[in-house]
C-alpha cells in the first residue's frame, strides 16, 4: 500500500487504546479471572431478554424515532418523577442514546468549541478528555486527593474563567466508589450561580448505590438542572452492557442543540431494546433492587479479602472496589496490574491512566459485578499476594 502517513496529522496524537480494551485483551489472552474491565459475567433478566425478542418478531427492526421511542422516553420521566419528584418533558427533554459514551460525546460536541474550557476531576472516566480535546476545548484537570477523592469547591471557583463552558461531574464516581453529598451540589450550584456554565453530571451508576446513601442527581438541585445534561446507561442498570442503550436528561434548550448533533452522530438507537426497556421499566423493583443486589457483592468480596496485604475503604457505589498495594511493591500500578494478570491470573485497572499525568497512587481498581463464585476465587488469589 502506499505511504500515505506524511500529510496525515493526528487529531487525538496523545491517545492510545483504551485500557479497558487493553487489560481485558490480556486478560483474556492470560486466561486470567477478569476483573478489570467493567461488565457483568452473569446474565441480564431472561424477562428482558425475552421482551427484546418479542420486539423483534413483532416488527421493531427499522429505524426508531430520531430522539429514541416515546414510551421509553416516557418511562424515563415517570421514573424521574417517582423516585426525585421532578419532571422532564419526555417529548422535549429526554433522548435515548447509544450508551452513555454517547451522550457524553453528544452533550460536549454540541456544547464545547475551541479554546472553551472545561472543568474535570481526576481520576477521570477515560472518554471525557478526548472528546473536549477533539472539539478544541481545553481540560482543566483537578486532581482529587486519593486517600478520600473530596471536591475542593473553593479551588474549583479558582479555576473559573470567562472561558470555562463546562464542568463534569460523575456520582457515585468511577473508579474511586466515592458520591458526591447534599453538600457538594449546593456547593457546586452556588458556583454555579449568575454564570453560563454548563454541568454535565454522568450518572451511569445511580441505581449502584450502598449504605443507605442516596443518590445526589443534578436533577434535585433547580440551580443545577436547569443547566445540566445528565447522562445514564442502561447497560449498568440491566447487566447489558452489550447492548449499548442510555440516555440523556436535559432543558429543552440543552436538548434542542443535543439533538442537532445526535442525529447525524447515530440519528436513532436500535429499535428492538428500546421497546423492551419501555416496558421493563414498568417495573420500579427491576432498578430498585439493585443497591442490595451490588452490596451483597461488595460485602462478600471485602469480607473474602480482609486479611489480604492490599488497604481498602469500601466503595459507596459502582461496582468497582479500589485495593491499595503499597504494602505488597514499590512496582508502579500499570507493571503491577500486568503481573498480576500474567503470573496470578486476576486482572484489575491501574488507576494511574485516569489520574493528571498518570499519577502513580499504587491503586487498582477491581469489578465486583461478578458471581459470587468468581468472587471467592478472585478472593483465593489475592489473599496469596
Ligand atoms: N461513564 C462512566 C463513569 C462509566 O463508567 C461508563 C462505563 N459504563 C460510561 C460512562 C459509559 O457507559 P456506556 O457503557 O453506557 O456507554
Ligand atoms: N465503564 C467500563 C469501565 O469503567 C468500561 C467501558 C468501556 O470499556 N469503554 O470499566
Redesign the pocket.
Known amino acids: 500500500m502506499p505511504n500515505y502517513n506524511n500529510s496525515f496529522s493526528s487529531k487525538l496524537p496523545n491517545v492510545s487504546t483504551?485500557i479497558?480494551?487493553v487489560m481485558?485483551a490480556l486478560a483474556h489472552k492470560e486466561k486470567a479471572l477478569n476483573l478489570?474491565?467493567?461488565?457483568p459475567n452473569f446474565e441480564s433478566d431472561n424477562n428482558l431478554i425475552e421482551l427484546v425478542n418479542n420486539a423483534m418478531f413483532n416488527g421493531k427492526n427499522q429505524y426508531a424515532p430520531m430522539p429514541g421511542i416515546f414510551s421509553l422516553r416516557k418511562a424515563i420521566s415517570d421514573k424521574m418523577e417517582n423516585l426525585y419528584q421532578v419532571r422532564y418533558n419526555p417529548e422535549t427533554e429526554i433522548t435515548i442514546t447509544a450508551g452513555a459514551?454517547q451522550a457524553i460525546f453528544t452533550a460536549i460536541a454540541a456544547t464545547i468549541s475551541k479554546d472553551d474550557e472545561v472543568i474535570i476531576f481526576k481520576p477521570a472516566?477515560?472518554?471525557y478528555e478526548p472528546t473536549i480535546e477533539l472539539f478544541g476545548g481545553k481540560t482543566i484537570a483537578v486532581q482529587l486527593n486519593p486517600e478520600d477523592f473530596k471536591i475542593d469547591w473553593q479551588l474549583v471557583k479558582s479555576l473559573i474563567t470567562e472561558k470555562t463552558k463546562m464542568i463534569i461531574v460523575n456520582t457515585p464516581h468511577?473508579?474511586s466508589g466515592k458520591i458526591l453529598t447534599k453538600d457538594d451540589m449546593t456547593q457546586l450550584e452556588t458556583l454555579l450561580k449568575n454564570t453560563n456554565i454548563v454541568l454535565l453530571s454522568d450518572e451511569?451508576y445511580e441505581h449502584i448505590i450502598f449504605d443507605g446513601e442516596k443518590h445526589q442527581t443534578a436533577a434535585l438541585y433547580p440551580g443545577l438542572a436547569e443547566r445540566t445534561f445528565i447522562t445514564a446507561s442502561f447497560g449498568?442498570t440491566f447487566h447489558n452492557?452489550g447492548w449499548k442503550v442510555g440516555y440523556c436528561i436535559a432543558p429543552k434548550e440543552l436538548t434542542h442543540e443535543f439533538r442537532k448533533v445526535h442525529q447525524f452522530n447515530v440519528f436513532s438507537v436500535n429499535h428492538p431494546t428500546q421497546v423492551a426497556l419501555a416496558e421493563y421499566l414498568k417495573t420500579p423493583s427491576n432498578y430498585l433492587e439493585l443497591n442490595a443486589f451490588y452490596q451483597h457483592k461488595r460485602d462478600l468480596f471485602l469480607s473474602l479479602i480482609k486479611e489480604s496485604r492490599f488497604e481498602f475503604s469500601p466503595s459507596k457505589g459502582t461496582y468497582?472496589q479500589l485495593l491499595n498495594f503499597k504494602n505488597i511493591t514499590e512496582e508502579n500500578d500499570y507493571d503491577f496490574a500486568v503481573k498480576l494478570t500474567q503470573k496470578y491470573k486476576i486482572a484489575s485497572?491501574p488507576i494511574s491512566v485516569f489520574n493528571e499525568n498518570t499519577l502513580d497512587t499504587k491503586v487498582l481498581?477491581f469489578?465486583f459485578a461478578k458471581t459470587d463464585e468468581t468472587l471467592k476465587q478472585a478472593a483465593e488469589i489475592l489473599n496469596t499476594i
Open positions: 483504551s479497558f480494551s481485558s478489570s474491565q467493567g461488565f459514551t472516566y477515560d472518554c468511577n473508579p451511569v449498568k452492557t468497582f485497572i481498581r469489578c
